[in-house]
């Protein structure tokens, strides 16, 4: 990628995950006023908001972080292989969206029990999914941001070819040279 449309990608890959970080801290909010709240109406409101914030907000972003953040390593130098750091934060964002996807479905439950008339307040709550999908999100975040070394076998092998390619004197295709 040309350094404008990675920059472009990283925008949006930023913006898509900071927003998912925003929304799940909002859904957490939700949800312990959900669990502890003592009026029947706020209750509800809650679960019902719960539901709408994941499956309008939540859900759209993780799988655009997803997306764009796969796409944002292919096309720079980091590569989606060659770092530890960042297959451990692919690893751990596609299980929390697949979490996330799973839980989706328990969510619209709670949400309709609330809304049915019955008392919410001895419904469940979703509370260990929030702080665990918090704590894997801020530990990708961390991740993000220290890059901590450590390459793959398959960056030493992309290393040591660049390497030969250099001493070699081989240069990338000519069609690659002037980063179109």
Do not use: C
Not at 54 to 71: H, K, M
Not at 99 to 128: F, K, M, N, W, Y
Not at 133 to 153: E, H, N, Q
Not at 163 to 180: F, M
Request: charged residues 15%; hydrophobic residues 45%.
């Amino acid at each position: 990628m040309s350094p404008s449309i990675r920059k472009v990608f990283l925008t949006t890959h930023v913006a898509t995950s900071v927003g998912w970080l925003g929304a799940v801290l909002a859904y957490l909010g939700l949800d312990i006023t959900a669990t502890n709240g003592q009026v029947i109406d706020t209750v509800r409101g809650a679960y019902s908001a719960m539901e709408v914030t994941v499956l309008y907000v939540i859900v759209p972003l993780a799988l655009a972080s997803v997306i764009i953040g796969i796409v944002n390593a292919l096309g720079t130098p980091w590569g989606l292989f060659r770092h530890y750091w960042v297959l451990v934060k692919l690893l751990l964002t596609v299980l929390a969206t697949t979490v996330l996807l799973v839980e989706t479905s328990t969510v619209s439950h709670l949400a309709q029990a609330a809304t049915s008339g019955a008392d919410p307040r001895g419904l469940p709550g979703t509370l260990p999914h929030s702080v665990g999908g918090l704590v894997v999100l801020l530990i990708v975040m961390v991740l993000s941001v220290f890059k901590p070394r450590g390459v793959t076998r398959y960056g030493w092998r992309k290393q040591d070819e660049q390497r030969r390619s250099k001493r070699d004197g081989v240069g990338p295709p000519p069609h690659t040279r002037s980063g179109r």
